[in-house]
């Protein structure tokens, strides 16, 4: 009866020993599992957060040539407003930065040039007064060169379903203007070129690998028409038209 109750004690003992031995080893296994999926996660987290598709860039322009056709809308002037219709050229030494040298032209009366209420107002008023004379320049082409710098690369999910990509840029260059421009006493009207300082900015959007669709602004510095009231001052003479754009653009 003795030696059946030691055995019995034996196998419980046993039991016991191995049932610990078996509970260390799955929390040892545990817990090597569970740093394990902690350090995957970390890496998972630490490779994802840094947004290789926005680093490497889907959309690329790198020593990419490009062509495009664009028109607009430039109102801030008091007399008359435009819709330009013009085209450029474009080279991207680099994603980040290109030349672009653009031209656009005004010169059609009615369908690129329009006066504005008060140049109207005036016309009513009085028979004698003549917009070309009594005005200020009236823009007929203008041509430029611009550096084009384009700091930030991103994307934005449309309906939760597309990514759309797209970059913002800022320019700056230099060109001409042809212009109508009334003498100093208004009596008569002449055409004369004028340089200029460019500045502007805008956002693309990557239609395709090829295809950019262009929202920009630009901003046109230069010396405007004298008038008797500001013929000896430069500074007064300065005007700043602003104009705003929507475009497409073919790389190759």
């Known amino acids: 009866m003795m030696d059946v109750l030691r055995f019995r004690i034996s196998t419980v003992i046993a039991l016991l020993l191995a049932a610990t031995v078996m509970t260390a080893d799955a929390t040892s296994a545990w817990a090597q599992n569970e740093g394990s999926i902690d350090g995957e996660l970390s890496e998972f987290w630490a490779v994802d957060r840094k947004l290789p598709v926005v680093k490497d860039k889907l959309f690329t322009r790198e020593g990419?040539?490009?062509?495009?056709?664009?028109t607009g809308m430039?109102?801030?002037?008091?007399f008359l407003y435009y819709i330009p219709v013009g085209g450029r050229l474009s080279y991207h030494f680099?994603?980040?930065y290109g030349i672009e040298i653009s031209g656009q032209f005004t010169d059609v009366e009615g369908v690129f040039t329009h006066d504005t209420e008060l140049t109207e107002f005036f016309k009513?008023?009085?028979?004698?007064?003549?917009?070309?004379?009594?005005t200020?320049?009236?823009?007929?082409?203008r041509a430029n060169a611009v550096f084009v710098w384009s700091p930030f690369y991103g994307k934005f999910a449309?309906?939760?379903?597309?990514?759309?990509?797209?970059?913002?840029n800022l320019a700056a260059g230099l060109?001409?203007?042809?212009?109508e421009r009334p003498s100093v006493d208004r009596d008569s009207v002449?055409?004369?070129?004028?340089?200029?300082?460019?500045?502007?900015g805008g956002i693309h959007f990557f239609m395709t690998q090829a295809i950019t669709l262009r929202l920009e602004g630009r901003a046109y510095v230069y010396q405007g028409a004298k008038t008797p009231v500001n013929k000896d001052s430069f500074f007064s003479q300065i005007n700043v038209p602003t104009e705003f754009q929507l475009g497409v653009n073919y790389l190759f």
């Open 190 to 200: 002449s055409s004369t070129l004028a340089p200029e300082l460019v500045l502007g």
């Open 158 to 168: 449309v309906l939760q379903r597309k990514l759309s990509h797209f970059d913002l």
């Open 136 to 141: 200020e320049d009236r823009f007929l082409w």
């Open 64 to 70: 990419r040539f490009g062509v495009g056709l664009f």
């Open 175 to 179: 060109g001409a203007v042809g212009v």
């Open 94 to 96: 680099r994603d980040q």
């Open 74 to 78: 430039m109102s801030s002037e008091p």
């Open 124 to 134: 009513r008023r009085s028979p004698s007064f003549d917009s070309a004379r009594h």
